[in-house]
């Protein structure tokens, strides 16, 4: 039973760094997840907000926005009620859960793993199954982590080359990242661009 403990201990060694490299990525994911929430609650929030206000205004001053202010309006609230039903639909909020829970118990599969190393009990071999098992379980309970997510824990090892498409492709995973993190700030121009001429007008009116 000795000899077969020695003989898994690669395989722990193995579990306990891939499990550890699972966490981090999870980690990053559930990061952004909840950062994607909190960013797209603030952008709906204040898209509602200076639509509302906008529209308050209107109702002294008709022609705050031009004479198609009314149609840019309805443009706006058909927007809002667009994107509004996208989020929901994505369900950042509760993927982020998912994932804060994901990443927590891939932790402790981890340090369980990280403990294994160091035991030498005639169970040892049971024990390494069963977090194996765990780890498993745990991988297909949440959604994946996506390539980004992982390189920011694995950068691309160096033997890896740095041919053109390796290097494209490196830049296209992190534009469609930068992209769906800016996205939400992007949509901020249309409050602003709403508020100005409000802005504008109330400061006249004192």
Avoid: C
């Avoid at 690669?10 to 990061?31: F, G, H, Q, V």
């Avoid at 804060?100 to 030498?120: C, D, G, M, P, W």
């Avoid at 996205?183 to 409000?198: E, G, K, Q």
């Amino acid at each position: 039973m000795a000899g077969l403990s020695n003989d898994i201990s690669p395989a722990i060694a193995r579990l306990e760094k891939r499990s550890y490299i699972t966490y981090l990525s999870r980690l990053n994911a559930y990061r952004r997840l909840a950062h994607a929430n909190i960013a797209w609650n603030a952008a709906l929030v204040a898209l509602s907000t200076s639509t509302v206000i906008a529209s308050v205004g209107m109702l002294v001053e008709k022609n705050m926005y031009g004479k198609g202010g009314d149609a840019l309006m309805v443009a706006l609230a058909v927007f809002s009620l667009s994107i509004s039903l996208v989020v929901s639909s994505v369900g950042y909020g509760t993927r982020a859960k998912a994932m804060e829970e994901n990443y927590k118990r891939i932790q402790q599969i981890s340090v369980l793993a990280e403990n294994l190393k160091e035991y030498t009990g005639p169970d040892r071999s049971e024990k390494y199954q069963k977090l194996l098992d765990d780890y498993h379980v745990a991988m297909a309970s949440s959604e994946n982590h996506t390539e980004h997510d992982y390189r920011r824990v694995q950068p691309v090892p160096p033997h890896a080359g740095s041919g053109f498409w390796r290097r494209a492709r490196e830049l296209f995973v992190w534009l469609r990242h930068f992209t769906a993190m800016a996205f939400p700030y992007v949509t901020l121009v249309v409050p602003v661009a709403l508020l100005i001429p409000f802005g504008v007008w109330f400061a006249n009116g004192l």
